[in-house]
């Protein structure tokens, strides 16, 4: 976490160094082909199983355009190295690609995830960090196991200007998530993305599609689903017993403060019925207390966690959605070559 804090200010340190100014929002991003084989090729040679590996996206802003021309990653360094920079270690690998003359602006960074499980407070404050430094920055999220059944799962976020607004004032109370009027759907924005290659790449992929071996293709009708669904699920119920222990607490905290409501009511009625007594009697009032510190109001639990719970719940149930569709349509595929024959 905190080496993503520090290198969106290494972002900062960039960006002001070259006088760049980045005023357009982000409506499309392209992708070299290369970035997304080198995200790849960091998670088979890094990632193992649920780690996460992460790491810096390099390019610029064309009009509403992001271009994402090159990438590095984070390297994985354990407790014992107290000695290393990670702030350090970005400039000089920006400073390095700016000397053979490559694309060096720092413009977000990148995440694999597992099963879809990257809506998290990590994710929110990196974010907020790149987003806070550099409008335009993205984050993508690159899922390994479905890309390893046959199709690229690539996705960018940007936080919505209203998820913005709440992190700068850092306000995450009930009371102003709801003036703000955002919910789990409001949180994050997803940009699409274009993979553009060169015409020599093109030409060597249609070459190497046409000696690829019949088997190869014929993986993407695996019907095979069960470990990827019964996973999913798995994590999906994971998250709804989260929600449900959030709920738990936040009515607990709503019956505690409508018992203390109840007992202010009741506080200020007799102290209202004693001071008519003593007025009768020609006797001075009581004297005038501070009823908030004889009842302090219990604090209300953080709901930003339970937004961004409810917002991998719903990530779960799309991951869901989109898996168990494409296998129907596998399915009645297979059904229809089965009537053939």
Not at 122 to 129: I, K, P, T, W
Not at 244 to 269: A, E, F, P
């Amino acid at each position: 976490m905190a080496s993503r804090k520090e290198s969106s200010s290494a972002a900062t340190t960039v960006m002001a160094s070259t006088g760049g100014t980045l005023d357009s929002p982000v409506k499309q991003i392209q992708i070299e082909g290369l970035v997304v084989l080198k995200i790849i090729k960091h998670y088979q040679e890094e990632g193992q199983g649920s780690e996460v590996v992460q790491g810096v996206l390099l390019g610029l802003v064309v009009d509403d355009r992001l271009e994402i021309t090159n990438c590095f990653p984070f390297p994985q360094h354990t407790e014992d190295d107290a000695d290393f920079d990670e702030v350090q270690y970005q400039m000089e690998m920006m400073r390095s690609l700016r000397h053979v003359n490559i694309d060096h602006l720092h413009v977000g960074w990148y995440q694999s995830t597992y099963y879809g499980s990257f809506v998290s407070r990590a994710l929110l404050d990196s974010q907020f960090s790149y987003q806070h430094a550099i409008e335009e920055s993205v984050v993508l999220i690159y899922d390994p196991i479905k890309t390893a059944q046959g199709s690229l799962s690539l996705k960018a976020y940007r936080l919505t200007p209203k998820l913005m607004e709440i992190c700068k004032e850092k306000d995450f109370t009930p009371e102003g998530l709801k003036k703000a009027n955002i919910g789990f759907e409001h949180m994050f924005e997803e940009v699409p993305i274009v993979i553009k290659n060169s015409h020599l790449i093109n030409v060597l992929m249609w070459d190497l599609e046409d000696k690829s071996t019949v088997a190869d293709k014929h993986e993407l009708l695996n019907l095979s689903s069960s470990n990827h669904l019964e996973k999913s699920l798995q994590l999906l119920m994971d998250r709804v017993d989260d929600m449900s222990q959030d709920i738990v607490k936040y009515n607990t905290y709503s019956r505690n403060l409508s018992k203390q409501q109840q007992q202010k009511h009741q506080y200020l009625q007799r102290r209202q019925q004693e001071n008519a007594q003593r007025q009768s009697r020609g006797e001075p009032p009581l004297p005038e207390e501070d009823i908030n510190k004889m009842f302090k109001p219990p604090q209300p639990p953080p709901r930003m966690d339970t937004l961004l719970i409810a917002g991998q719940i719903n990530n779960y149930c799309q991951n869901v959605k989109e898996f168990t569709s494409q296998n129907l349509g596998k399915l009645f595929m297979a059904e229809a070559l089965q009537g053939h024959n």
